[in-house]
C-alpha cells in the first residue's frame, strides 16, 4: 500500500501560480512513477502530467505544456507540480497518484493510489 497525502491547493486569480505537493508514504516511492490529474464536479478525472520512477522522464497533457512542471524528491518521498499562468477553466480538484508503471500515460488505466485531493480555484 501507498498512502498519499496532497497539500498546496488554494484560491488564485488568473495568471497566477500556486505548487502542489504529495507525500508519499508505505512502500518504496522510487519505485512507483507518480501523475497528477484533476476532476471538475460531474466529469471524470483528466490526466495532467506524470513523472518516471527516478524523474528522468515526465509526460504533459498539451493544454499544460510550458506552464506546469512536474518533479520529484525521492529522498523526501514528494512530488511537485509547479503550476503557473493558471486558468479559471483550470479549477478543480487536483488528486496524486501513484502507477507501478515506469510512466503513467493519459491512455494507460488509471493508477492503483490515490491521494484525497486538494481544491485549486481560480477565479477571472
Known amino acids: 500500500q501507498v498512502q498519499l497525502v496532497e497539500s498546496g491547493g488554494g484560491s488564485v486569480q488568473a495568471g497566477g501560480s500556486l505548487r502542489l505537493s504529495c507525500a508519499a508514504s508505505?512502500?518504496?516511492?522510487?519505485?512507483?512513477?507518480m501523475s497528477w490529474y484533476l476532476q471538475v464536479p460531474g466529469k471524470d478525472r483528466e490526466f495532467v502530467s506524470s513523472?518516471?520512477?527516478?524523474?528522468?522522464?515526465?509526460y504533459y497533457v498539451d493544454s499544460v505544456k510550458g506552464r506546469f512542471t512536474i518533479s520529484r524528491d525521492n529522498a523526501k518521498s514528494t512530488v511537485y507540480l509547479q503550476m503557473a499562468s493558471l486558468k479559471p477553466e483550470e479549477t478543480a480538484v487536483y488528486y496524486c497518484?501513484?502507477?507501478?508503471?515506469?510512466?503513467?500515460?493519459?491512455?494507460?488505466?488509471?493508477?492503483?493510489?490515490w491521494g484525497q485531493g486538494t481544491q485549486v480555484t481560480v477565479s477571472s
Open positions: 497518484a501513484a502507477s507501478s508503471r515506469l510512466l503513467q500515460r493519459p491512455m494507460d488505466p488509471l493508477p492503483d493510489y
Open positions: 508505505g512502500r518504496t516511492f522510487s519505485r512507483y512513477s
Open positions: 513523472i518516471s520512477w527516478g524523474g528522468v522522464s515526465t
